[in-house]
Structures are given as C-alpha cells and as structure tokens.
C-alpha cells in the first residue's frame, strides 16, 4: 500500500479531491549514455464526513543505457469509516502490485483494520493504524523458501503524516511495515515522503523519496524524483 492523502477536514457535503504529479529525474553522459526515472501517480478521493473512499494508480518506469531498472505499477482502494468524525476509526483495503525492480510478477493484498488520528488540524496530520491483511503473490524469482507463488496474513503497520508551513510548503509521507504472520523473515517495508513546494494554488514543485523493500527474495529499490503536481477539490 502505498500513499493516499487527504488534506481538510470535511463537512457532511460530499467533497472529492483530484491529484495528479509527474516526477522523475534524468543524467546523460558521453561515455555511460542516458539514465532516466518516471514516476506518474494519479489520485482520486470522495469525502463525507463519516466516510471517505480513496484509490490512487501509480506508474514508475526507469532505464539506464543498457537495461530496464524499472516497471512498477500499484492500484489502491481505500475506504475510511468515521474518520472523519472521531479519533478512533476503521478502514478496510484491496490493493494490485506488480515490480520489475522488486521480482514481483503479481501481488494481491485484501484487509481490514482499525486506526487513530492523533493530529487532525488544517495545517497538520498524524495518523497510526493497524490491521491484517491476506495477501496472494507470484514472483519472478524463487524467494528464499524456493517458491514462485505463494499465500500469507500480515499485520500491516502504517504511519501517515503531513505539515504544511505558512501556505507553501508541505512536508508528508507515509510509512509501512507488513510482516507474515508465519513467517518473521518474510516482510514488506515502504517508506515513501513528499516535500512540496506551492507555485500556484494548484500547481506544486514536489521532490519525492521512495524505499521498498521485499525482504523474501531480498529486493528492494530507492529512488528520489522531483517534478510537477497538480490538485483540485471540488
């Protein structure tokens, strides 16, 4: 699961929130040739006040001069209950994944759990919450058992965050721990924080950092990548 942002509070109207940025980087040379990183991710979200129902699609691709780096597709569906009503709510998940980067042909994650709102004003946020999840996937390579596919539970572990300082800058993220159930050296670790930087009132300069971590075939990637967002309530 990776990052689905909200950012106000709600009234019992029906309110949605669209996001779209564009990051990447690039570094070309005469001697190694081009280097390059695109990472596209779509938000959508509809708010009421005693729910709200979240997805986001997200694209990474990267290369550099003699083979593909990157090709890392994620889609989530988020639903929040009385989140935006108490401190105390619920939520529920189904989420798809496939990485090249991580040997990752196919993983499906489907779960429920509870979470608490420690801070919720305009210009801060910070949530925890925890939950089980039941997860189906198909690697590209053995893992460290000498499977390709497999079933497991997880406890899944989330840390959400954001602060915005004098109307223009915003610092936020979202972290992830999911361990197996039956098996503590099988773990997923995803560390993602985005500083933005307003340029227009819906036109963002955002530099974002992102950690994964697949501990069973023992892959992982980081990046950093900077770019253009945009965003819109309505």
């Known amino acids: ?93 189904t989420s798809y994944e496939k990485s090249f980067s991580l040997k990752l042909d196919n993983r499906f994650q489907a779960g429920a759990g509870v979470g608490y709102t420690f801070v919720n004003i305009d210009k801060a946020n910070l949530e925890v919450s925890d939950g089980v999840l039941f997860e189906t996937s198909d690697l590209s390579i053995p893992d460290a058992h000498g499977q390709t596919s497999y079933q497991t539970l997880r406890n899944s572990l989330r840390v959400k965050y954001r602060f915005i300082i004098k109307e223009m800058f915003r610092f936020d993220g979202i972290n992830f721990y999911q361990p197996s159930f039956s098996d503590g050296n099988d773990y997923i670790l995803k560390l993602k924080a985005n500083f933005s930087i307003k340029l227009y009132k819906w036109l963002n300069f955002t530099t974002t950092f992102n950690y994964n971590r697949q501990n069973i075939t023992n892959t992982e990637n980081l990046f950093l990548s900077y770019g253009l967002s945009m965003e819109k309530f309505f």
């Open 1 to 93: 699961m990776m990052q689905l942002t909200g950012f106000s509070q709600f009234s019992d109207t029906v309110h949605y929130y669209v996001n779209f940025s564009g990051t990447g980087n690039l570094n070309r040379t005469n001697t190694t040739g081009s280097t390059y990183l695109l990472n596209n991710t779509l938000q959508f979200q509809v708010n009421k006040k005693k729910f709200s129902i979240n997805s986001l699609a997200s694209h990474v691709y990267g290369k550099n001069a003699t083979v593909k780096t990157n090709d890392d597709f994620l889609g989530i569906l988020n639903l929040d209950i009385l989140k935006g009503i108490q401190k105390f709510y619920y939520w529920a998940l």
